[in-house]
């Protein structure tokens, strides 16, 4: 299928991890398919590095083109967390997976959530050392540098960064912020001794772990944050009520087949659900909390 062709070209261009790979980037995008009367192009925010989000959506997409064949839906991978931002907010995107950052956020520039990842236990920062770095207490952070994926990422760095904003850790101030492009870069900087902690969420860690056993052995889960409402699935407010409908019946439904559920399981969770833009009240005061008291963002 066309999604397995974009991801041997971005396996060809992808090499290593790290800040310079999501700089230098470029997805390539399945051309217009010609018979088709409608078209749709989905996003999906950079929670992974490209060649691996495309690998692992790709088939949600196949499965929304099967389940809805009047109509074509085209996957769109993003450079950056600012390039899929600046698609988001200008409405590129017809339907879109965004952190819930992103999601609150997207309201004010004509969206709404229709639908969400499920397993909300999941959506944590988790804050990675070394097994051998003698880092103990979060007094211990003091000085060192940290890794993130991007400033705007919800569970990957504000989490984390309020974390240990609480428990007396002036983030602007006493430590040193690495922001490298992916969740799976910010791992891999820990584990290579690039910086001394690396921030992600639970989701990449669990996925991490599953498939590279030994490397995730040298790393420890040090401290974990509460969490808030997982991934948002939000869709452009002039997009059709019953096409809306159509999606997030297939998406919802991708947990109760076999297939389907072997699909969402290799994303780390184990269901969709079904979201309105009240799911992310508490998101909402979370980020005003945030930007209050750690660092100023917008929202």
């Not at 880092?135 to 309020?162: E, H």
């Not at 602007?172 to 690396?198: A, F, T």
């Not at 490397?215 to 948002?232: D, H, I, S, Y």
Request: glycine letters at 8%; charged letters at 20%.
């Amino acid at each position: 299928m066309k999604w397995r062709l974009v991801a041997l070209v971005a396996a060809l261009l992808v090499a290593g991890c790290g800040e310079q790979q999501e700089e230098t980037y470029q997805p390539t995008f399945s051309a217009r398919v010609p018979y088709a009367p409608e078209e749709y192009i989905v996003g999906i925010y950079p929670l992974h590095n490209p060649k691996r989000l495309i690998e692992l959506y790709g088939p949600i997409v196949d499965s929304l083109n099967a389940g809805i064949p009047k109509v074509h839906f085209r996957l769109e991978a993003s450079r950056s967390y600012e390039d899929f931002e600046k698609k988001l907010f200008s409405g590129h995107f017809d339907f879109a997976m965004s952190n819930p950052y992103q999601a609150v956020r997207s309201i004010k520039h004509g969206y709404h959530v229709f639908a969400k990842m499920g397993n909300d236990e999941l959506y944590r920062g988790i804050l990675l050392v070394r097994k051998d770095s003698g880092i103990r207490k979060v007094a211990d952070v003091k000085g060192k540098k940290i890794s993130y994926s991007a400033p705007t990422a919800l569970a990957g760095t504000m989490m984390p960064q309020r974390y240990l904003q609480t428990h007396g850790i002036d983030v602007k101030r006493d430590v040193d912020n690495v922001y490298v492009g992916s969740p799976e870069s910010s791992i891999m900087n820990v584990l290579l001794g690039h910086v001394s902690v690396g921030a992600t969420w639970i989701v990449p860690w669990k996925l991490f772990v599953r498939e590279n056993p030994e490397m995730a052995g040298q790393l420890e889960v040090r401290w974990q944050t509460k969490p808030l409402p997982n991934n948002a699935w939000v869709v452009r407010d002039d997009i059709p009520a019953m096409r809306v409908q159509e999606v997030a019946k297939v998406l919802v439904g991708l947990g109760k087949t076999a297939g389907g559920r072997g699909m969402v399981e290799n994303l780390g969770i184990f269901r969709f659900e079904f979201a309105s833009n009240e799911t992310y009240g508490p998101v909402q005061q979370y980020l005003k909390v945030f930007s209050e008291t750690v660092r100023h963002i917008e929202y």
